[in-house]
Nanobody, 122 residues
Framework: QVQLVESGGGLVQTGGSLRLSCTAS????????MAWFRQAPGKEREFVAA????????YSADSVKGRFTVSRDNAKNTVYLQMNSLEPEDTAVYYC???????????????WGQGTQVTVSS
């Protein structure tokens, strides 16, 4: 079992930045493929970014490429999402998730955090 706790959400103006953190406890953190998803009101949960176990390979949705960066520190059992040039369309609840397979689909992730709200004002 893996327990995930996100932090770092908040209210920011258009063009601003936030950094989300997700700290894991339980089974060895480094063996998991970690991802960030988000869900806006009335919409499906969507993939944002992900990072392999080693941290060498990262993946991002087209909508956030060039603005968001995912990273991880296995020594701290933490994965990060640095979000720059935020837009109102980025407003959503952001979730951290863990899996043992490489995937961008929610059904492949058995472990989820509780979510953190990000609100971008225009």
């Amino acid at each position: 079992q893996v327990q995930l706790v996100e932090s770092g959400g908040g209210l920011v103006q258009t063009g601003g930045s936030l950094r989300l953190s997700c700290t894991a406890s339980g089974r060895t953190f480094s063996i998991y493929f970690m991802a960030w998803f988000r869900q806006a009101p009335g919409k499906e949960r969507e993939f944002v970014a992900a990072i392999r176990r080693s941290g060498d390979d990262t993946y991002s949705a087209d909508s956030v490429k060039g603005r968001f960066t995912v990273s991880r520190d296995n020594a701290k059992n933490t994965v990060y999402l640095q979000m720059n040039s935020l837009e109102p369309e980025d407003t959503a609840v952001y979730y951290c998730a863990a899996s043992q397979v490489v995937s961008a689909t929610t059904r492949e992730y058995p472990y989820w955090g509780q979510g953190t709200q990000v609100t971008v004002s225009s």
